[in-house]
């Protein structure tokens, strides 16, 4: 979207009137279904960028800085990082990580099954407190960790952008014990299909198979014309069947004359006869 809107604007000033008229009409077409500054674009298109750990928030402020003013860059900013907070405390609010303000001492039992908080002072001298200090600072730790598990994300360095077989599903899924909550959201907004093309194509196709005089196709039976539609249309799977390698056709060749010209022979003959 950035390079499509930096290209209009770009040719927009050009010095071809033919040229320059063409770039301001499509860029008015730019703005009338993605807006002039992204404001008709769902924010979630941001945040899946936001989460492919190439980029982070460092990219698409980049993009921004070469299409709009500062000003404006840092309030998308701030809007997409406001929304990814959003996200985060509404996930985080149906997760089973719970904030602690301390650790009570209620908690850590002497054996006696009795405990008190700590501000108790009639078993403090039963607690062991190199154990009790030991659970304040990890769960201090927890806490500091599910607070903050956003500004870690954003503040840890970036992905090598130099692996071209990159899988940022497969990067989410080994590296969610690190962001748990973030991850969660990760499977969740990237799992969004970036377009209703593929699904308008799919239901057009549909149309066409189930008509009024061919109704009563069950969806199994429906599924297989349709995916066998899109495989027999495919490019590579056609290239496949056309045109074999060097080596299958001279094993073709050699099946068909060790076995081809027999059987010829043999259906000549029962035609004959």
Same mark, same amino acid.
């Given at each position: ?7 209009l ?6 010095s071809d ?8 009409k ?6 009338k279904?993605w ?5 008709q674009?769902?924010?979630l ?8 750990p ?20 840092e309030?998308l ?8 907070? %959003?996200?985060?405390? /509404?996930? &985080?609010?149906?997760s089973?990580?719970?904030n +602690? ?6 908690? @850590?039992?002497?054996?006696s099954?009795?405990g008190a908080?700590?501000?108790?002072s009639?078993s ?8 009790s200090?030991?659970m ?5 730790n ?14 840890d360095a970036n992905?090598?952008?130099s ?6 599903l497969t990067?989410?899924k ?7 909550i973030?991850?969660?959201?990760a ?17 057009s ?12 196709l069950?969806? %199994?039976?429906?599924? /297989?014309? &349709?995916?066998t539609?899109?495989?027999?249309? +495919?490019?590579l799977?056609?290239?496949?069947i @056309?045109q ?17 010209r ?8 029962a035609?004959e006869?």
């Open positions: 979207m950035a390079k499509v809107l930096i290209h604007k770009s040719l927009a000033t050009s009137d033919l040229l320059r008229k063409m770039a301001e499509m860029e008015q077409k730019f703005a279904y807006g002039d500054s992204f404001d674009v769902n924010m298109l941001f945040v899946a960028n936001v989460l492919d190439r980029c982070k928030l460092e990219f698409v402020t980049f993009c921004f800085s070469s299409m709009y003013e500062s000003r404006k860059v309030e900013k701030s809007n997409i990082k406001e929304l990814l907070m %959003k996200l985060y405390n /509404s996930y &985080i609010g149906g089973d990580v719970r +602690s303000g301390g650790v009570c001492f209620g908690d @850590i039992h002497d054996g099954g009795g908080c700590a501000g108790a009639s403090i001298m039963s607690i062991d407190l190199f154990s200090f030991k304040m600072k990890q769960s201090s927890d806490d500091i960790s599910s607070k903050n598990d956003v500004e870690k994300y954003l503040t992905e090598s952008t692996n071209a077989h990159f899988d940022i990067w989410w080994l590296n969610g014990h690190r962001y748990p973030l991850s969660q959201i499977k969740d907004v990237l799992a969004i299909p970036v377009s209703t093309v593929a699904s308008e194509s799919a239901f196709t549909g149309g066409c198979v189930l008509d009024p005089f061919r109704s009563s069950t969806h %199994k039976t429906v599924e /297989s014309l &349709i995916c539609q899109n495989w027999l249309r +495919s490019t799977l056609g290239e496949q @056309i074999p390698t060097h080596e299958e056709t001279e094993f073709y060749e050699v099946i068909e004359a060790e076995f081809g027999p059987i010829v022979a043999q259906q000549e003959q035609a006869e």
